[in-house]
């Protein structure tokens, strides 16, 4: 029952769910700017800052910066937990990267090194991408540029980016933090979306499950548009909800109505 609302609108699976392929994301101009300019700096061995309000679509954009680093040059290192503690946190990166445990930093230098350098030979690049970094421990952001120490014909082996909330970009500008901020050359900030971003949006994800049609009235976008304010997910969510409702009431076509009474209902939850 839960998924009739697909069938309803001839739709042959849900339009948003999380589960994007990597081919499959929607890239605007800002957003290929953005993947463009971060797949440079990759290039150039350079390290990247990427910050963001929650759901404006970071982790979605780092999904595509995956797909355009070839697997024969780049290896890519993903790592999302970022509330751990610094020992856990260069764990993981040993783990990530397949080397033995390292329990101190000392240790992890020095494994991390020999790894690179071996990676260098082959011409590969290590990319160690720090989701959600506006958790970091302080202690971790303190060693963090050890890892952006290397050398090697003069260039840096290792490329950092780090992402995350705008606070991140606040506290790396701190005296404390400078040191591995001045070493973030590249800052990139998802800003907001226009009322047309969001129109090609969703326009783009429902054609993906198979929509020949506007599902969604023009009234009904920019109610949508505004609510969401920029939030990609919460744009999905209110979507979802607008379509089950409109299917409810066997509408082919969600309108201003159905918009209204989902976010009035949102706002009685919340109080
Ligand atoms: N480029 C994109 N293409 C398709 N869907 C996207 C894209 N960016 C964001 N989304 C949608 O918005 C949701 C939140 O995006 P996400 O990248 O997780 O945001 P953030 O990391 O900034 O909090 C995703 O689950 C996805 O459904
Ligand atoms: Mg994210």
């Known amino acids: 029952m839960s998924l009739d609302y697909l069938s309803h609108f001839g739709l042959c699976a849900d339009p948003f769910s999380k589960d994007i392929g990597d081919a499959e994301l929607w890239l605007p101009p800002s957003k290929l700017s953005l993947v463009e300019d971060l797949t ?7 390290s990247a800052l990427l910050t963001g309000e929650p ?3 970071k982790t979605c954009v780092l999904r595509a910066l995956r797909h355009a680093l070839a697997p024969a040059n780049f290896r890519l290192v993903y790592c999302q937990n970022s509330t751990v503690g610094r020992r856990d946190f260069y764990r993981h990166l040993c783990l990530a990267l397949g080397l033995a445990k390292a329990n101190t930093a000392g240790d992890l230098f020095l494994a991390v090194n020999a790894h690179v350098e071996d990676l260098a030979k082959e011409r590969v690049c290590p990319v160690f991408l720090v989701d959600e970094a506006h958790l970091l421990h302080q202690d ?14 003069s260039k840096p082996l290792l490329s950092l980016v780090l992402i995350g909330l705008p606070d991140l ?5 701190l005296r404390r933090n400078r040191s591995l ?3 973030l050359h590249h800052r990139f900030c998802i800003g907001s979306l226009s009322p ?3 129109n090609d949006y969703l326009r783009t994800r429902l054609a993906r499950v198979g929509a020949t049609k506007d599902i969604f009235s023009a009234d009904a976008l920019s109610i949508l548009h505004e609510a969401a304010a920029s939030s990609l997910r919460d744009t999905d969510r209110i979507a979802t909800a607008a379509l089950r409702a409109a299917a409810r009431k066997k ?3 969600v309108e201003r109505d159905v918009l209204t009474r989902i976010l009035q209902a949102e706002a009685e939850e919340r109080s």
């Open 55 to 57: 759901g404006v679509g």
């Open 40 to 46: 440079d700096a990759m290039h150039a061995r350079a």
């Open 251 to 253: 509408k082919k076509l």
């Open 169 to 173: 970009e606040d506290r790396l500008r």
């Open 181 to 183: 901020y001045s070493r």
């Open 140 to 153: 971790t952001l303190d060693h963090l540029h050890i890892l952006l120490n290397y050398q090697w014909d």
């Open 196 to 198: 047309d971003d969001t």
